[in-house]
């Protein structure tokens, strides 16, 4: 007996009997054949440009990562209706299929970013750093080896444009850029603000590559450090602690962007490296 179904419960008389089998969102690979398969069909409809090159297709395909494959097929039958055939704007109509799923995980906010680096001023260095690692997330720098960046901490005082950066990290890279507030994280149900933290981290990974952005991360987890247990009864910790693992685990490309202004105030243990790429004084 194959039992199907989006959600684990099973009975506690049942536990010993069942196996659990994770069903993994489709791969690149699956949606290059669906794309192939399409392309296919409409190359001998006129009214219809069946030609890509490799650039938009591969764009196109990182574009669909995080979609189930009829959520794919739909999408691509949209942007054939209204482009007539598949371009660079293409990408436009698959991140907007996007931005629904992300808005229905409540936890994360889909942050549509205008600037871009031209738009900060200064800052020499990370933007020489970010405009190196611009094709660190394509299928060439896979294939070669690299590995994809994990992530940048931004440290500095007040309005000199560490935000600012953030937003303009995903237009450079045209990456989505996902805004995590921290404050809705934290539920009133026990366990509950931990079983958020690795939703949101769910959905991130599933839509990757994208951009994470925690803004004022010093501000959300003051309280993980000694206090925590006796202000909170330790769920800042432990949300804290699943954060922090997922950060020095992560093998999604999932680019983390967290802002502070107080150094004091953040745990030694995420300023390590590993946890962050590099950290950068504005």
């Known amino acids: 007996i194959i039992i199907v179904g989006p959600t684990l419960?099973?009975?506690?008389?049942?536990?010993?009997?069942?196996?659990?089998?994770?069903?993994?969102?489709p791969c690149a690979d699956d949606f290059t054949a669906l794309l192939d398969h399409i392309l296919e069909e409409i190359k001998d409809n006129p009214k219809?440009?069946?030609?890509?090159n490799e650039e938009t297709r591969?764009?196109?395909i990182h574009a669909l990562l995080g979609l189930t494959l009829s959520e794919?097929?739909?999408?691509?039958?949209?942007?054939?209706?209204q482009k007539r055939g598949f371009d660079t704007n293409s990408v436009e109509i698959i991140v907007s299929e996007k931005k629904?799923?992300?808005?229905?995980?409540?936890?994360?906010?889909?942050?549509?970013?205008?600037?871009?680096?031209?738009?900060?001023?200064?800052?020499?260095?990370?933007?020489?750093?970010?405009?190196?690692?611009?094709?660190a997330f394509t299928d060439r720098a896979r294939d070669f080896g690299l590995p994809a960046p994990k992530g940048v901490l931004l440290l500095g005082v007040q309005g000199c444009g560490k935000s600012l950066v953030a937003r303009a990290i995903s237009q450079v890279w045209k990456l989505p850029l996902l805004r995590f507030?921290?404050?809705?994280?934290?539920?009133?149900?026990v366990g509950s603000s931990e079983g958020n933290?690795?939703?949101?981290?769910?959905v991130a990974e599933s839509i990757a590559p994208t951009v994470f952005w925690i803004d004022e991360i010093d501000k959300?987890?003051?309280?993980s450090k000694d206090s925590s247990a006796s202000t909170d009864g330790g769920t800042s910790a432990r949300v804290f602690g699943t954060f922090l693992t997922w950060l020095s685990e992560k093998t999604s490309p999932v680019f983390v962007v967290a802002t502070a202004n107080d150094v004091s105030s953040l745990p030694p243990e995420l300023l390590r490296k590993g946890r962050f790429d590099e950290i950068f004084f504005v």
């Open 100 to 135: 629904q799923i992300i808005r229905k995980s409540g936890l994360l906010e889909y942050y549509h970013a205008q600037e871009n680096l031209d738009s900060v001023g200064g800052m020499d260095t990370l933007k020489s750093w970010l405009t190196k690692r611009s094709v």
């Open 72 to 81: 794919a097929e739909n999408v691509l039958a949209k942007t054939l209706v």
């Open 48 to 52: 219809l440009n069946a030609d890509i």
């Open 9 to 25: 419960e099973i009975p506690s008389d049942l536990e010993k009997d069942i196996t659990v089998m994770d069903f993994e969102l």
């Open 197 to 202: 933290v690795r939703r949101a981290i769910r």
């Open 181 to 189: 507030d921290v404050g809705r994280v934290f539920g009133s149900l």
């Open 58 to 60: 591969e764009k196109i």
């Open 220 to 223: 959300a987890f003051k309280g």
